[in-house]
């Protein structure tokens, strides 16, 4: 099991879609550095093994369901740039999302990968 904590709270589905495409990438590419710099062998996924993710957002305010899942879409991909994951199908993953009200200095996201 890995828990990695990000210090920022996921953008909601609807500034992702407001984004310009090189700031979407690089958020990715943040997500990406974060879960490589904590991975290991042994938490690397080997070829067709299923996963289970826990994303929980903690965030100044509570988003609706579809801004939830559609915010964590970049840090998904990222998961699976950084081999925690095999493919983000629902055939090798399964990713389950909550989020919870916290003040702006307690504000992030926790990722759970088992």
């Excluded at 210090?7 to 990438?25: E, F, G, I, W, Y």
């Excluded at 826990?54 to 740039?81: F, S």
Aim: glycine letters at 4%; one cysteine or more; a positive charge.
């Amino acid at each position: 099991m890995l828990r990695i904590e990000i210090p920022l709270p996921t953008p909601s589905l609807n500034v992702l879609m407001r984004m310009h495409p090189q700031a979407k990438k690089r958020l990715r590419n943040q997500y990406t550095t974060i879960f490589r710099a904590r991975a290991t062998s042994v938490t690397r996924v080997k070829p067709g093994q299923y996963r289970k993710v826990w994303i929980e957002r903690r965030g100044k305010r509570l988003l609706d369901h579809d801004n939830l899942v559609g915010g964590c879409k970049p840090l998904v991909d990222a998961l699976e740039r950084a081999g925690l994951i095999w493919r983000d199908s629902p055939r090798f993953v399964r990713v389950e999302y909550s989020q919870t009200k916290a003040s702006a200095k307690r504000a992030c996201t926790l990722v759970v990968v088992i």
